[in-house]
């Protein structure tokens, strides 16, 4: 559980300065983490060629923008969603997607590369995203949760297959992540999450595509 976020009695202006605080540590901070250590902690770099290191650190770059997305996703949603059970299952997750961040960002630095340039623009339109998802009522802010969820447990086996046999410390991280996101979509389910219609199911997967075609350049 995230610190600062256990008062369940704040006023929205309390919520909008915690909101903006997660925004400045997604985008330029160090997020909360959970106490779970990195899954690729103590295991060895493998013999990757520059080329291979390049191409990783890119795709690590996607996930370390999709988990910014995560972050404001559900932070919106944590702002607007109308049931104390639901706002606390969201900020719980939030903190598990900190993890994931927090991973993604370790790699990258480990191969040599950057984060994205777009961040910032991903984390406006995630929280935005989020806030109208958390209006809409419970139901659906879960439905958007599940089908955001099993879409990037799609994607993160996805990049799994891109990965080189050697890079046993990336695959550990999709790995985890895969895990904890399939588990994330099964809560919002069990918590009774809508069934999105299909043109809002595409509609989102179109926006990953966006995210991650452009991400992998910049
Ligand atoms: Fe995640
Ligand atoms: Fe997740």
Known sequence: MSEGREGRGCSPLDRLVMELDGALRTLHGRPRVSERPPPDQGLEEGALTPAQRDHIARLM????????????????QALTAQLPTVRAQMERAAVEESDHLAWCERRIQELGGRKSLLNPLWY????????????????????????????????????????????????????????????????????????????????????????TTSVYRL
């Open 124 to 211: 406006v339109g995630s929280l935005s995203l989020g806030a109208a998802a958390g209006l809409a009522g419970d139901r659906w802010s879960l439905g958007f949760v599940a089908e955001t969820e099993r879409q990037v447990e799609a994607h993160l086996t996805d990049h799994l297959a891109q990965l080189p046999e050697e890079d046993h410390k990336s695959r550990a991280v999709l790995q985890q992540m895969r895990e904890d996101e399939g588990a994330h979509a099964r809560a919002a389910v069990a918590g009774g999450a809508a069934h999105l219609p299909l043109p809002l199911r595409l509609a989102m997967k179109f926006s990953a595509k966006l995210m």
């Open 61 to 76: 770059r996607i996930n370390h923008s999709g988990e910014v997305c995560a972050q404001a996703l559900y932070q919106g």
